[in-house]
């Protein structure tokens, strides 16, 4: 076959077609990765219903299709959950007799959306881990430090119209619930603690400054169960970061910067409680609180929720409980699921927790470059599942967004390289 007869016409306009077809994908992915950003910055913008992290979502969507973003086999656990647990809520959804079916069908619209994010997530994260990591984790960042800032400013009357991010006295930023905004601002605190631990000296230092202001921010909150998760969740990526990934120079390092730590942490504290307002509200949230004991209390109200749950299979609808005989709802996720969901979605709720918490713990005991990431997103999830046997956290978004990480992540230690790859690369 001659030259003339491989190259004509034709194949210039094939090519042509190709390179049009690849420059546009090109610009697609772009706009697409810029989306999932400005998604994932919404987060702390829940002030209002539906919020805009909803209708960002929506936009991200049609164009994870035209990007042609990959669908994994690794993580249609999480997809398989999300069509299981839908009859069986829509089911117990009927079962309100205070409520309206639209509320209650809506309240189910919302969780089912939630999980819906996780599979995305998940799927999203799972190809090109490092680069969209880096991506989720910078917008995330971003979104707890600017949340963190008004509501220390707010708590400590530095700006206008103060009052507008303080609920009962406490910081809550843009969020509807301190109780939510505390948490909030626990994972990309770990990621920087996580870099203060094993990152280049510039960029511990810088690491170190977002840590000290999430830790102000989490503080200001005055969740004592966000007190806890961030203290908890601290300590795990220490002794992670120590046992999995420090070298023998850098346990010397992290043992020293623990000590160092603790001490700035403590000045911070001391200098917060030297301010009299705050020394006093501190001291009554570090208190034993009225509404945790008596037969209507937190725990005496969660005993009678067991026993509710316990006789009633089909659950009795999402938010019923507070029509009953106590007007609170029992502040227990895992309780919660059963009245909202019934038996069968209140199982696929436990197997969601179990299931992530298996991926997550077990891909830590994988060597492979991409468990530094996997280190701060157990730490925080861990405590979160514990912190949620005393707080609602069935419609907090950033607990989805966690779950998809997870499994994420957990796909690409499964089925990623496993060859040696720079620290820096890896560190978010």
């Given at each position: ?64 299709f035209l990007a042609g973003m990959g669908v994994y086999r690794s993580t249609l656990g999480l997809l398989a959950m999300f069509v299981a647990f839908i009859p069986f809520a829509l089911i117990s959804a009927f079962q309100a007799r205070v409520l ?22 998940a799927n999203y994260v799972a190809e090109q881990t490092a680069r969209r990591m880096r991506l989720v984790m910078n917008a995330y960042t971003a979104a707890a430090l600017i949340s963190a800032v008004i509501g220390t400013l707010a708590y400590l ?272």
């Amino acid at each position: 076959m001659s030259l003339a007869g491989t190259i004509g016409p034709d194949s210039f306009k094939i090519g042509s077609r190709r390179l049009g077809r690849a420059y546009l994908r090109t610009k697609v992915q772009v706009l697409f990765d810029f989306l999932v950003g400005f998604w994932i910055f919404t987060g702390c913008l829940v002030f209002v219903e539906p919020s805009p992290y909803e209708v960002s979502f929506l936009l991200v969507l049609p164009f994870a299709f035209l990007a042609g973003m990959g669908v994994y086999r690794s993580t249609l656990g999480l997809l398989a959950m999300f069509v299981a647990f839908i009859p069986f809520a829509l089911i117990s959804a009927f079962q309100a007799r205070v409520l309206s079916i639209t509320d209650e069908i809506t309240f189910v619209i919302v969780t089912a959306f939630l999980l819906l994010t996780s599979y995305f997530v998940a799927n999203y994260v799972a190809e090109q881990t490092a680069r969209r990591m880096r991506l989720v984790m910078n917008a995330y960042t971003a979104a707890a430090l600017i949340s963190a800032v008004i509501g220390t400013l707010a708590y400590l009357g530095l700006m206008p119209s103060a009052d507008t991010f303080l609920l009962y006295g406490r910081a809550k930023a843009m969020f509807n619930d301190p109780n939510v905004f505390g948490p909030f601002l626990i994972l990309p605190a770990m990621y920087a603690l996580q870099r203060v631990l094993l990152g280049t000296s510039r960029k511990a230092f810088w690491a170190g400054a977002v840590y000290m202001v999430l830790f102000i921010g989490v503080f200001a909150s005055f969740s004592r169960a966000a007190w806890g998760h961030f203290a908890f969740s601290s300590l795990i990526v220490l002794v992670l970061c120590f046992w999995l990934e420090a070298r023998a120079h850098e346990k010397v390092r992290i043992m020293i910067l623990s000590l160092v730590g603790l001490g700035m942490l403590a000045v911070a504290l001391g200098g917060l409680l030297s301010i009299p307002s705050v020394n006093r509200l501190f001291e009554t949230r570090a208190a034993s609180q009225n509404y945790d004991s008596g037969e209507t209390g937190r725990f005496g109200r969660q005993g009678y929720a067991w026993e509710l749950a316990i006789a009633n299979p089909l659950g009795i609808g999402p938010r019923e409980f507070s029509f009953m005989r106590v007007s609170e709802l029992p502040h227990n996720v895992y309780v919660n699921v059963l009245h909202a969901y019934g038996w069968g979605g209140g199982a696929v709720y436990y197997l969601l927790v179990i299931l992530t918490l298996w991926r997550g713990i077990a891909s830590l005991t994988k060597p492979s470059p991409y468990r530094l990431m996997m280190i701060p997103l157990v730490a925080t999830y861990t405590m979160l599942v514990g912190e949620s046997a005393i707080i609602d956290s069935d419609h907090w978004r950033h607990y989805f967004l966690l779950v998809g990480l997870i499994w994420g992540v957990a796909s690409a230690i499964n089925h990623g390289k496993r060859d040696p790859v720079p620290r820096y690369a890896m560190l978010i």
